[in-house]
């Protein structure tokens, strides 16, 4: 991968995480579940942490990151993504957050696999394994909020 591709592809995930951000932002200022203002809201730092770590990788050819694998539910894929309204039910909110995070786990993971240079197919696999964590938070939530009954 040549140094200008590279740069367009952080360039992009950049974006990404800074349309997370908003994203999350734009979720906590809506919903009016507490529990879900205060996820959404730490999703939104982590997101803004990511932005940081890409473009310091913009800076730096070295990074030396160590996530564990989780595990991942798929209860996101077997969910539609809903629009982010200002009445949403705290179900929609979170499944919307869901999908978000399949997403960017995906990109992040399709970059990592047409990646050649090692130290960069590391840095995209952990940055899939943060959105991997993310949506995981989110399918138990899911699972907790979108199904009172099993509690």
Request: glycine share 2%; aromatic share 8%.
């Amino acid at each position: 991968m040549d140094v200008n591709t590279y740069k367009n592809i952080i360039n992009m995930a950049i974006a990404n995480e800074i349309e997370a951000q908003v994203f999350y932002g734009a979720a906590a200022v809506k919903v009016k579940d507490a529990y879900l203002k205060e996820m959404f809201e730490h999703f939104a730092k982590e997101e803004k942490m990511h932005e940081k770590l890409l473009r310091n990788i913009l800076k730096s050819s070295t990074i030396h990151l160590h996530f564990s694998e989780d595990i991942d539910y798929k209860v996101a894929e077997t969910v539609d993504e809903p629009s982010l309204t200002t009445d949403m039910k705290p179900a929609d909110a979170i499944a919307l957050a869901m999908k978000k995070e399949e997403q960017a786990l995906k990109e992040y993971t399709l970059l990592a696999q047409n990646c050649q240079d090692p130290e960069q197919k590391k840095t995209f696999l952990d940055l899939a394994a943060m959105e991997r964590g993310h949506k995981l938070k989110l399918e138990k939530a899911f699972l907790d909020v979108g199904y009172p009954e099993a509690w």
